[in-house]
């Protein structure tokens, strides 16, 4: 869920994880799958009639000349700042490049290794050019967003109603991942990094469905049609309502089971207080034995030491409540009712 309360973007858990980087890295780049797939970027004979020219000579300057080292003057002379952001924005291998490998090759002129310094000027002028078409080539994103158009859902999938349930399906997912029982391993029968996302995805892509099917009658303006229509109408009406009603199902089980591990959350701090009262109490008893000495502190560390055994069995049933309750989790994830 974002910041402002719309539901974040849903992407198919089958899609790669390299490309569901890329797409999670750059939701500016996401088109909705109700709208047309983003085209592939196509070049126009100019565009490739100027770089054809423009990239072998901006591969001799930089690669072979010291035009790394004439920008950084020129710049300087002009302001400071604008220094430091333009040559740090190229990068710091395409920095050191442009200016070490003038010097080097000037080096080898000026020593006589004249087929050094070819060679040199050749693995640069190459490297230059390669790097320049690489970064005029579609950025991974956004071919990413084209390729898998379809395979996400953004907040523009769906209606009101669609994103509130979302949302709270997103909640639930969240709330299950952040609980300090999933970090501790207590729900480790249920795989959530797996399970979650395909829930999220399944619930999503229902949602983007409702949300279609209500914009395509909004269309057929109902209120302009007879009676009769209508009637023909309703059975199509119910079988939505039904599946409106199986997500929402689905969501109240999400909503369910993070309900119970932030439950199974303060039976495993109760846990870690309760495993630690053994330690504590012998470290008070001896408190009492090292600064009082009479009938009271017998008494009190008497006390003690009833309690500690009284934590041994806390403990155990402690334990035992914990791990029953993640037993119920998974039943409930597992065996999920369904109209």
């Given at each position: 869920?974002?910041?402002?309360?719309?539901?974040?973007?849903?992407?198919?858990?089958?899609?790669?994880?390299?490309?569901?980087?890329?797409?999670?890295?750059?939701?500016?780049?996401?088109?909705a799958a109700?709208?047309?797939?983003?085209?592939?970027?196509?070049?126009?004979?100019?565009?490739?009639?100027?770089?054809?020219?423009?990239?072998?000579?901006?591969?001799?300057?930089?690669g072979?000349?010291?035009?790394?080292?004439?920008?950084?003057?020129?710049?300087?002379?002009?302001?400071?700042?604008?220094?430091?952001?333009?040559?740090?924005?190229?990068?710091?291998?395409?920095?050191?490049?442009?200016?070490?490998?003038?010097?080097?090759?000037?080096?080898?002129?000026?020593?006589?290794?004249?087929?050094?310094?070819?060679?040199?000027?050749?693995?640069?002028?190459?490297?230059?050019?390669?790097?320049?078409?690489?970064?005029?080539?579609?950025p991974?994103?956004?071919?990413?967003?084209?390729?898998?158009?379809?395979?996400?859902?953004?907040?523009?999938?769906?209606?009101?109603?669609?994103?509130?349930?979302?949302?709270?399906?997103?909640?639930?997912?969240?709330?299950?991942l952040?609980?300090?029982?999933?970090?501790?391993?207590?729900?480790?029968?249920?795989?959530?990094?797996?399970?979650?996302?395909?829930?999220?995805?399944?619930?999503?892509?229902?949602?983007?469905?409702?949300?279609?099917?209500r914009?395509?009658?909004?269309?057929?303006r109902?209120?302009?049609?007879?009676?009769?229509?209508?009637?023909?109408?309703?059975?199509?009406?119910?079988?939505?309502?039904?599946?409106?009603?199986?997500?929402?199902?689905?969501?109240?089980?999400?909503?369910?089971?993070?309900?119970?591990?932030?439950?199974?959350?303060?039976?495993?701090?109760?846990?870690?207080?309760?495993?630690?009262?053994?330690?504590?109490?012998?470290?008070?008893?001896?408190?009492?034995?090292?600064?009082?000495?009479?009938?009271?502190a017998?008494?009190?560390?008497?006390?003690?030491?009833?309690?500690?055994?009284?934590?041994?069995?806390?403990?155990?049933?402690s334990?035992?409540?914990?791990?029953?309750?993640?037993?119920?989790l998974?039943?409930?994830m597992?065996?999920?009712?369904?109209?």
């Amino acid at each position: 869920m974002t910041d402002d309360g719309r539901p974040r973007p849903v992407l198919d858990p089958e899609i790669p994880a390299e490309d569901r980087a890329l797409l999670d890295a750059a939701p500016e780049r996401l088109v909705a799958a109700r709208l047309p797939a983003p085209p592939r970027p196509r070049t126009g004979r100019g565009t490739i009639a100027a770089r054809a020219l423009w990239v072998p000579a901006a591969a001799l300057f930089y690669g072979v000349l010291p035009g790394g080292w004439i920008r950084m003057f020129f710049l300087a002379a002009m302001d400071g700042d604008d220094l430091v952001d333009v040559v740090f924005g190229w990068g710091r291998a395409a920095l050191l490049a442009m200016l070490v490998v003038p010097l080097v090759h000037a080096l080898l002129i000026l020593s006589g290794q004249g087929e050094a310094a070819v060679l040199l000027a050749a693995v640069s002028f190459t490297g230059w050019t390669a790097g320049i078409l690489r970064h005029l080539r579609e950025p991974a994103a956004a071919r990413a967003a084209r390729r898998y158009h379809g395979r996400y859902l953004l907040p523009g999938d769906l209606d009101r109603p669609a994103a509130r349930l979302l949302v709270r399906a997103q909640r639930a997912c969240d709330a299950v991942l952040g609980s300090a029982a999933h970090r501790a391993g207590l729900l480790d029968d249920v795989d959530n990094t797996v399970v979650l996302p395909r829930q999220e995805w399944a619930i999503a892509v229902a949602l983007a469905e409702h949300t279609r099917l209500r914009r395509e009658r909004r269309a057929q303006r109902p209120e302009r049609l007879s009676p009769r229509v209508r009637a023909l109408l309703e059975p199509q009406d119910r079988a939505l309502e039904l599946s409106v009603a199986s997500v929402v199902e689905r969501v109240e089980a999400l909503e369910t089971y993070a309900a119970q591990a932030r439950g199974l959350d303060d039976a495993y701090h109760e846990w870690q207080v309760v495993r630690r009262l053994p330690e504590q109490n012998e470290r008070y008893r001896e408190l009492l034995a090292a600064t009082v000495r009479d009938d009271l502190a017998r008494e009190e560390i008497e006390r003690l030491a009833g309690g500690a055994a009284a934590a041994r069995d806390l403990l155990r049933e402690s334990v035992g409540d914990a791990v029953r309750a993640g037993h119920d989790l998974v039943s409930a994830m597992t065996n999920p009712r369904a109209k």
